[in-house]
């Protein structure tokens, strides 16, 4: 073969005359000649195997020239034939490689056909893919996902991609290098294949689970040519505008740089691609928002594929971290904590390990306060998963909890969402305690740092001794030593000989001593520094002891011999250590001593750490519980969803305080949004409705105790949400129910030792289950008698209030029965044990009978025929027994007779022994009375409608059906014409109630009558009855008692008011705001010429009365009971209330409140005059405060332009500096909008001469400030030339200022130049009101005298300037005398004849 085939740069080359010996196409076949053509190729192959495509590789190359005109089926024919031939090549190339003598010639004919069979290939994919994207774009799939011709050839094309790829894969697995020259594979073969690849990347299904063989064979094929063919620089390249151009890659990527990096073994490929992207620059990430989500999501993926493989190429990355790219900034952070999780972690880190995991660590802690939101949620998210993992250092658990703590008030949602979650991570993989609580740490802290300071103080009370060891000792001694040794050594004179044996005279008992004892004696000498002794004693020893071990290398005398042995004695051999130690004088601690108490010390310093560490860990969660248990309520449902599944976590693992959470979050059951109901209830039934237990006894005696937990000490409000999951517990069918109500009914009885706390919730969970299943109580209604009502029933009024509520679920009040009502004889068990137990307690003092009463005697009336004949007996047996109780005492000297007419005299001794007991029986008094109207309200009355209906059907079946059907037409036709259908029966009820309610009950023959004077003395005398509870108790039942009818009402209503005002007692004026507002409702016509009494109670000086007063009036009002009028100002007061409580609520009024039609844009003007009035005294920033929460509601264009020109009209009126500085105040305050701005203007003369105050002019040169912001240019000239005018008069004064306008009015009014202010007329000075803090008239005053109304008369209106939206109004006084309360008032509409109750 004499050419060589070279892969092209198009395929258009092939055709041009190229170099020596290059191939060049000579046969071009047209499209319509390619069949037989290719039936060539066919028979070619069978005969001449994959070498054929030498002869025939024109053919191939003319299906790649004329593509788009050549029919599907020959381009499939010709692609399965070139797989034919690689996969073909690829089978015979291993034997002919392997071959030694293979010619020159052979390899190039081998060598071409490899390239021209690739090459074929490759670019037959490349336009098969390119058609294969341009159908799928194209066609759409019909109906019944029926497709056409092209989409069958999009079928077949994905089959066959596959074995495209495997054929490719198989050959250039293989060492074809050697068919080159040198080896050189040539730059466009690899190309030609890698390109083909790229191709089938690009494809957007490329990243689909269907397309995993497919993604799996580029990423094989890429990897072996990368490690074969050397084009790990040309893929690094490539990855990076690829990731730039096509969203679908960067998971596809991530896979396969870890599949190259870790089953290829080419590790550098990950350096080269992060080096790549670790370059670019801020701007040019900045230009490419696709490109910087592509590599930020390959970091993250990569990062979790391989993340040790990171860890040399992080510093590239971090360069990103300080760069504007938010996204980056993730996926770097994202990185590190797959990094920390993975690889740096655990004990066994190196000190280059530790340092970088503390690196990371400190970064991550430092982007926790990015200025992105989104940075800061991903890096709550990363540490979530790293605390999750446990690869959080001990170390650094506080300081991340703190952090995170902080997060918690993050202005964005995600971020406190993460916050959340991350919290409750630290919380289930604590590694401190299970049972977090401070408190209960605190102890044992105490206990242990005292010891700890014990054990030092020990340590150094000690005598300090040098630790040194007898080796260092011995080298600090051995110079000097040495040179004594010496000297002794050497010959001596007479003289010295002399002296020598005279010291020797001290040693002279050597031999009477044994080698040891000398041994110890030398080591002595040395240790005192007398060497010159040591030494001599030594060679003296020898001569002793020629036989001794210690002594025998002395045998040979020599200064180094010498020295040896006088070592080893100093420093003694280790089995002599310790018996030589005994006799040696005060020498340094042992190092076994010293260690042991070093540990010792070391531990207990690691336990008060431990617990220091535990006790801040702890404190940190109950401050992040307090946080959280606040956003329960918030706005955001996600978060408040967080929020629950937190308060779930931290009760699961049992946290101080987690109880709050879960009690707080128990509202939320009746929450209007699906989601937070449906997440509240999930919680409780994970926390308490499935319990864990080997057996259904154990599950139901734990869910009992759980719910129990929750029982005790809650609020109302709590139970009754509670009882919505307890009824939705006991009305699904569960095989706990049967073993949970025997459980209760064991605590309940006593049969199991249990509390007093756990026997009341025990009895209160069985009401809740006999809501859903009456019979769960009914069918032990004598055991609820006996046990809690029976003997022992005033040893515990709590216990019996509990099972008299728990009977109460089982009346048709709570149940809401249709049927014919249900109700026990008078003779019952259940009514003898009440009776009993509220007469006994009537003449005792205990605190909870009045709570046991009150519910007693509700339930009687729900329960018992003809209640109200046997309340009577009962009150007849209360009142004897209180008599009695007198009479024996002496006390009181007077009769029944006395009693009934209202007159009680006692000493003083008396009165205060008895005033429990009769506060106690004017409580029962007023109970009965309001229960008596409620039962003939609802229980009468509804008995009367049912009966009526049973009546019309019977005879509704009586008569015949042509008869019934005209006379309905009849009676229908004539009812509309009248508007009297269903009223007129309805109405003979209401008035029969009435009737009853006006004329009966307190008929002279009925008892409740006598109590009345009785009542009404007591709380008209509050000298006289000044015992606390007795005038409570006497002013509430007297509110009872005026529910009964308007003539009551009517009597009464002035004492009522006078005690609101009047009283001492916070608690009978937060009772009467209730009580009064309650009889609003009944008897609006009656109450309404009063209601600017009830609002007066809104600048009470007792927080609790306010609190009460907004509450009820809140109610009031968002019902329609009340008009909205002026007094609402005295609401807006409470915006600024010490109590942050009562400013909650003042503020919800306004939310509720704004829900309404424009109801606060036409409160707002009288609002502000009543607040910036003189005579208040209020604060602008108070006054500024109030009016920024009220303006946030004026939301529309039109009500600020009316709003603007009110203000200023209010400018005339006004009479002091003050109220002109809070009119303009006000006006900044609006959210101002050009046509408001225009009437600003407008408005010039009504507030120019105010000008010159400083007060006036800044908060109206705010306006020109904020109006400049945004304006188009022909606005903010006016804007400015307004300005300009304003700070012209403030500086020189109106008067110095010309215009036009001034001039025309100068002329007009003859040349005036007096400012506005002297022509507005002044409006005559308003009286004074009463406000919060002033001394208000005490009862003590009185003294013994009866509250005695003030008479003022009626002062004249004020001349105002009055608007459509203001409304007219008489202020009256606190309290109104005879002669000026209104006979004849306007009547309010009610939405029904009947009266309403509060039950």
Known sequence: ????????????????????????????????????????????????????????????????????????????????????????????????????????????????????????????????????????????????????????????????????????????????????????????????????????????????????????????????????????????????????????????????????????????????????????????????????????????????????????????????????????????????????????????????????????????????????????????????????????????????????????????????????????????????????????????????????????????????????KASELWAAMEPELLVTVRTELEPTSEAEKEQQEEEEGDDRDVEEEDDRATAVKIAQYLRVNKYRNAVRLCIRAHSCFPESEMFASLSTLTPETLMCTLALIFKGSDEDSSELSQNLPPTPQKEGEKEGEDGELKKQEMLVQYLRDTETFALQVERAISVINSMLYWKTTSVVQEAVQFCVTVCEFSVANSVSGVRKMLPLVWSTDAAIKD?????????????????????????????????????????????????????????????????????????????????????????????????????????????????????????????VITICSITDHVRQSKGAPFRLPQDHQLFTCLTQAIAEGVVMEDPYWQSFMEQAVRLVYFLAESPDQLCSRLLQRCARLLLDQIAEGGEFNKDTSQMQDGSQESNEQGEQVNCVCMAQLLALCGCVAFWQVSHLERSVSAELRRRRGETEEREEKEKGPSSKAKQAANESTMEEELGLIGASAEDTEAELIRKICETELLAEENLLCAFLPLLVRVCSSPGRYSHPQLTTAACLALSQYMMISPSVCEEN??????????????????????????????????????????????????????????????????????????????????????????????????????????????????????????????????????????????????????????????????????????????????????????????????????????????????????????????FKAQVDEFEKRLTAVHTRGLENVESPEMEEENQREGGSTEKTATRTPLPTRGRSKAKRGQAKPSVSSHGDDSFVTPQKSRKSKKPVITFSSDEEEDEEDAVMAENETPKVTTPIARTSRRARLRN
């Open 1053 to 1274: 209503i002035r004492l009522m008011f006078t005690v609101l005002e009047r009283s001492t007692l916070p608690v009978v004026r937060a009772n009467a705001i209730i009580a009064l507002g309650d009889l609003t409702v009944r008897f609006p016509n009656i109450l309404e010429p009063w209601t600017q009494n009830l609002y007066a109670r809104l600048s009470d000086e007792v927080p609790s009365v306010r609190q009460t007063a907004v509450t009820v009036l809140t109610q009031l009002v968002l019902k329609d009971v009340l008009k909205v009028k002026g007094q609402v100002s005295e609401v807006a007061v409470l915006l600024i209330d010490p109590e942050p409580h009562i400013t909650s609520l003042a503020l919800n009024f306004f939310n509720e409140l704004a829900s309404k039609d424009n109801a606060i844009y036409n409160l707002l003007p009288d609002i502000i005059s009543r607040l910036s009035d003189p005579e208040r005294g209020m604060t602008s920033e108070d006054f500024t405060t109030i009016m920024k929460q009220l303006f946030s509601y004026i939301t529309k264009e039109r009500q600020t332009e009316s709003l603007v020109e009110k203000l200023c009209q209010r400018f005339r009126t006004a009479k002091t500096e003050r109220q002109w500085c809070d009119l303009a105040t006000s006006l900044s305050l609006l959210s101002m909008c050009e046509r408001g701005f225009k009437r600003l203007q407008e408005c010039w003369e009504c507030y120019s001469d105010k000008l010159t105050e400083p007060g006036v002019y800044q908060p109206l040169l705010s306006i020109t400030a904020k109006l400049r912001r945004g304006a188009k240019t022909q």
């Open 679 to 803: 997440a509240v209830v999930q919680a409780y039934r994970r926390l308490y409705l499935n319990p864990q237990g080997d057996t259904i006894r154990m599950k139901a005696q734990t869910l009992v105790d759980s719910l129990s937990e929750l029982m005790v000490d809650a609020s109302l409000g709590t139970i009754q949400c509670l009882e919505e999951i307890v009824q939705e517990f006991f009305g699904s069918a569960s095989n706990l129910q049967s073993t949970v109500v025997q459980v209760l009914w064991e605590r309940f009885t006593g049969k199991r030792e249990t509390s007093g706390l756990h026997r009341r919730a025990a009895v209160s969970l069985l009401g809740m289950a006999a809501r859903a299943e009456r019979e769960v109580v009914l069918s032990n209604l004598d055991t609820l008698c006996s046990v809690a009502l029976g003997e022992k029933v005033t040893e515990d009024f709590l216990l019996a209030r509990d099972a």
């Open 1 to 468: 073969m004499s050419w060589d085939f070279f892969v092209p740069v198009c395929v258009g080359d092939l055709v041009k005359t190229g170099g020596i010996n290059q191939y060049v196409v000579q046969d071009v076949v047209p499209p319509k000649q390619l069949p037989p053509s290719i039936n060539k190729i066919k028979a070619a192959l069978r005969s001449q195997g994959p070498l054929c495509i030498l002869e025939h590789f024109d053919t191939g190359y003319s299906v790649l020239k004329h593509y788009n005109s050549v029919e599907l089926g020959v381009k499939e024919d010709t692609l399965e034939l070139l797989v034919q031939v690689v996969s073909g090549l690829a089978a015979s190339l291993p034997a002919f490689l392997i071959s030694a003598s293979v010619s020159a010639a052979e390899r190039k004919e081998k060598l071409n056909a490899v390239k021209m069979s690739v090459y074929l290939l490759c670019k037959l994919t490349e336009n098969l893919e390119s058609d294969s994207y341009r159908q799928s774009i194209v066609t759409a799939p019909g109906k019944g996902g029926k497709k056409g011709k092209a989409g069958e050839g999009l079928l077949q094309w994905d089959s066959e991609r596959e074995k495209v790829l495997q054929a490719l894969v198989q050959l250039l697995q293989l060492d074809i290098r050697s068919l080159w020259s040198l080896s050189l594979v040539e730059e466009e073969f690899i190309s030609c294949v890698t390109c083909c690849c790229y191709k089938l990347l690009e494809n957007p299904t490329i990243s689909h689970v269907k397309s995993k063989p497919t993604r799996d064979c580029i990423i094989h094929l890429l990897g072996v040519i990368i490690k074969k063919y050397n084009h790990l620089l040309g893929v690094s390249v490539k990855v990076i505008q690829l990731l730039q151009h096509f969203e679908q890659l960067p998971s596809v990527f991530a896979q396969a740089v870890s599949v190259w990096s870790t089953e290829y073994g080419v590790r550098g490929v990950i350096g080269e691609v992060i080096r790549e992207i670790g370059q670019k620059s801020s701007e040019e990430l900045a230009r490419d928002g696709s490109g910087v989500k592509a590599f930020a999501s390959f970091l993250s993926e990569l990062g979790t594929q391989v993340p040790e493989l990171m860890i040399p190429n992080i510093s590239v990355l971090i360069t990103h971290l300080e760069g504007e790219s938010h996204t980056m900034r993730v996926a770097v952070c994202e990185v590190l904590g797959e990094i920390l999780v993975r690889v740096l972690c655990g004990d066994g880190l190196d000190e280059s390990g530790k340092a970088d995991r503390d690196r990371f660590f400190d970064t991550l802690q430092e982007h926790l306060h990015d200025t992105h939101s989104h940075v800061r949620a991903r890096v709550l998210q990363v540490f979530t998963r790293i605390v999750n993992s446990k690869a959080l250092p001990l170390c650094r658990y506080s300081e991340v909890m703190e952090l995170t703590v902080g997060r918690l008030m993050d202005k964005s949602i995600n971020v406190v969402k993460s916050a959340i979650q991350l919290l409750a991570a630290f919380i289930a993989h604590n590694p401190y305690s299970c049972k977090l609580s401070s408190a209960d740490l605190k102890k044992p802290l105490e206990k242990e740092t005292a010891k700890l300071r014990q054990m030092k103080e020990k340590l150094e009370g000690k005598a300090p001794v040098a630790v040194i």
